[in-house]
């Protein structure tokens, strides 16, 4: 059996395409330059026209020096022409300013036509490329750094005065209060009794 696979690269430099009839994998992010800080967009799509399935990548909370925010799943989908077509996106954080390196990854596929199993074919894969992204610094150029000024120490706030004399006298006070309550209690039952005599 002749097997063709086709690496393309698309107009943008920061997308990967594989293509071996019936696969089609493609490896893409959003934009090849962000901001420190931004979120990049790192999406995986798997089509494929038989019953091929994907064995996706294994990423966890870190992607080379990017940290993985936040993972999705969607699919499978089914096309026109009876394919399937799954996708995984992923926002990357990254850690640095620079020049970085999404690592190369491995994908594998396991195809499985009828009969399968018991005798189901070994399943294949592809690596793609390390896809470097350029990260700068949000500061503006021409700025020198050692330049740039602070806003100031923090405000120090006056302490709070002593309160300890003050809660000396609230339970004395409070004590007060009450024996002079019941005393007027005691006394306006007393008058209301010697009038109903």
């Known amino acids: ?82 394919g399937k077509r799954w996708q995984r996106a992923y926002s990357l954080l990254p850690q640095q ?7 190369a990854l491995s994908f594998t596929w396991q195809t499985l036509p009828d009969g399968c199993p018991p ?26 750094l050692t330049r740039l000024q602070t806003t100031g120490a923090p405000l120090s706030l006056p302490a709070a005065p002593d309160n300890s004399e003050a809660d000396y006298w609230t339970w004395p006070t409070l004590l007060a209060g009450s024996l002079l309550l019941l005393g007027w209690l005691w006394q306006r039952q007393r008058k209301q009794d010697h009038t109903r005599q």
Do not use: K
């Open 1 to 82: 059996m002749l097997l063709s696979a086709v690496h393309l690269a698309a107009a943008e430099p920061s997308t990967q395409v594989f293509i071996e009839p019936p696969v089609h994998i493609e490896l893409s992010v959003d934009r090849p330059t962000l901001g420190f800080g931004e979120i990049l967009s790192f999406t995986l799509t798997f089509t494929a026209e038989d019953g091929s399935l994907p064995e996706w990548p294994a990423i966890d909370s870190t992607l080379g020096p990017f940290l993985v925010q936040e993972q999705t799943e969607s699919g499978p989908f089914t096309l026109a022409n009876d």
């Open 97 to 103: 300013i620079g020049n970085l390196n999404i690592p």
């Open 119 to 144: 005798a189901c074919p070994p399943p294949q894969s592809y690596r793609f490329d390390a896809i470097t992204i350029n990260v700068t610094s949000v500061v503006p150029e021409g700025i020198e």
